[in-house]
């Protein structure tokens, strides 16, 4: 089973940025590919989603801010994470899209 590494994520100021990166270990061109995030006590939610053929959906809370994109040869998919605000803090996860199996994720913090 295709394993997904997370990384990229810190101590950011708001209006700030990160970029986070997820690698996995087998071939993902042939799968959606999705960044979720966890805040503290709360379920997992989708934030933004890479289809096989190029599409891009997001959450309403991160449209415009955030990016995702992917590189199949590399086996990676990217989150651009722009104007930052507290309430993005979480643990953000990637994963191929209907898999229920996850990585331990990366932690993102937005605070001044």
């Known amino acids: 089973q295709v394993q997904f590494v997370e990384s990229g994520g810190g101590l950011v100021q708001p209006g700030g940025s990160l970029r986070l990166s997820c690698t996995a270990s087998?071939?993902?061109?042939?799968?959606?590919m999705a960044w979720y995030r966890q805040h503290p006590g709360d379920q997992r939610e989708l934030v933004a989603r890479?289809?096989?053929?190029?599409?891009?959906t997001y959450a309403d809370s991160v449209k415009g801010r955030f990016t995702i994109s992917r590189n199949n040869a590399r086996r990676t998919v990217y989150l651009e994470m722009n104007s930052l605000k507290p309430d993005d803090t979480a643990v953000y996860y990637c994963?191929?899209?209907?898999?229920?199996?996850w990585g331990q994720g990366t932690q993102v913090t937005v605070s001044s």
């Open positions: 087998g071939i993902i061109s042939y799968y959606d």
């Open positions: 890479s289809g096989v053929g190029g599409s891009t």
């Open positions: 994963n191929q899209v209907g898999r229920n199996s």
